[in-house]
Structure formats: C-alpha cells, structure tokens
C-alpha cells in the first residue's frame, strides 16, 4: 500500500539558510499534519492543513511557512535556520471520512534536518 | 488543552512474557486515543485507536488497549512480548471537540519497550 512520502530523507544546512520539506500523503487524503522531533523527544505538531486550508496551528516558529497544494502535497519552509531546528521533522496524512469517523494518522519516514 | 502522560520511561519484560505499556491522558471533550510504535531512525506507525465503542480495543501485531474513562487511561497491553517488539511507544489523544479535519494529535513522552531474550 502507497505511503507517505516525504524528501529529502537527510538534509544538511548551515545556519541562517533555508531549508524546504516536501511532503506527498497517502492518495486521496485530504489531510496533511507536520510534527518536529527533537532529539529523544516525543513529536510535537507544528501545523495542519484540510483541503488546502490551514486548520490548526501549534508551535510553528514565524520562520516557518507551509501550504498545501491542489495535488494536495504540503510544503514546510524554513528561514534563517538555527542551530536548535535540527530534527527528525514527520509529515502525517490522514482523510477526513464522509461519516464523520475519525481516522488515524498515517506518518511517513520523516527528514532528518541538520542545522550546523 | 490537552495532554498525554506516560509515567515510565523505560519498560523491560522477557520475551513471552506480558508486555503493559501505561498512558493516561486529560481532554476537555471526548478524547480520541492512539498508540503509535516508532523504531530507531524510522516514522511513527499507528498500532490501534480508541474513538467509541468497547474499551477493549484490538490492533497490529498481537496489541490491545483498554480505555477505562473513569481512570482516564488507555493502557498499551501484549500477552506475549517478543524481541522484536522492542521500540518506542508513544500514546497521543486528539480532542474530540472542535472541527473534525486538521485536529493534532498530542503525544507522550515515550516508553521505550525492551524485551530480553
């Protein structure tokens, strides 16, 4: 079964760069989430979009963007990194059902972001 | 708000014996309660939830949890543990109130699973 995918795998960038993360859900979810992990940390959420539109918004830095597109694909950009954003940064996918029923998430493999 | 604990950092257990893996958790509505197993380098992958229904709920590889509201807990089980399931584990609830689309999940902190041969 098709899963999410995300690229680059690994980055490496140097700080006050920028970086982009792609993300490619799981075909026909409506739904994209983006969760930061620190180093022996649990993930915390960031941001989501549903159709597009942003629907929640957690500690997402001003220095991050996203958006999600009309293939439905998710962008998560990043300024003027430092050095405490390196991370395992995960995109999730999940589809709104017509019940109503709620769905799990489903996580891709993540991007290993290095700030140096 | 909402919140997850998970008490135990680290949980050994012998192979073949039981495996409980403990969360409890705090919603202002009615919570939505997943468990996720993660191994090393590698993305979260979802184990089982709790939306409605009977508190005994099954999912992959041999785990099942109980939700018991009155404890607000949601308590990670396996009757016979292997070596392979040694990973991390993380709980995480998701409000109930609100817009059904978008809403995050809210993780523990993790127990890292163990098992000896």
């Known amino acids: 079964a098709a899963g999410v995918i995300q690229s680059p795998r690994h980055l490496i960038k140097e700080k006050r760069e920028t970086a982009t993360l792609k993300c490619y859900p799981i075909?026909?979810?409506?739904?994209v989430y983006w969760y930061q992990q620190g180093p022996g940390q649990d993930p915390q959420f960031l941001i989501s979009?549903?159709?597009?539109?942003?629907?929640d918004k957690g500690s997402i830095p001003d220095r991050f963007s996203a958006q999600q597109f009309s293939d439905y694909h998710s962008e998560l950009n990043m300024s003027s990194l430092e050095l405490g954003d390196s991370a395992l940064y995960f995109c999730?996918?999940?589809?709104?059902?017509?019940?109503?029923?709620?769905?799990?998430?489903?996580f891709g493999p993540g991007t290993r972001l290095t700030v140096l | 708000a909402q919140s997850v604990a998970q008490p135990e950092d680290q949980v050994n257990v012998a192979e073949g014996n039981p495996l409980t893996v403990k969360c409890t958790y705090s919603?202002?509505?009615?919570?939505?309660l997943f468990w996720y197993v993660q191994y090393p380098n590698r993305g979260l992958q979802f184990l089982l939830k709790?939306?409605?229904?009977?508190?005994l709920v099954k999912g992959s590889y041999g785990f099942e949890a109980e939700f018991n509201k009155s404890q607000t807990s949601f308590h990670l089980k396996k009757p016979s543990a292997l070596v392979s399931d040694s990973a991390l584990y993380f709980c995480?609830?998701?409000?109930?109130?609100?817009?059904?689309?978008?809403?995050?999940?809210?993780f523990g902190g993790g127990t890292r699973v163990l098992v000896k041969p």
């Open positions: 919603v202002s509505g009615n919570p939505y």
């Open positions: 709790y939306i409605t229904g009977d508190n």
């Open positions: 995480a609830v998701r409000d109930g109130w609100g817009e059904a689309a978008g809403n995050k999940l809210t």
């Open positions: 999730a996918s999940s589809l709104v059902e017509a019940s109503g029923s709620i769905s799990e998430q489903f």
């Open positions: 075909p026909r979810h409506d739904t």
């Open positions: 979009f549903y159709e597009k539109m942003q629907s």
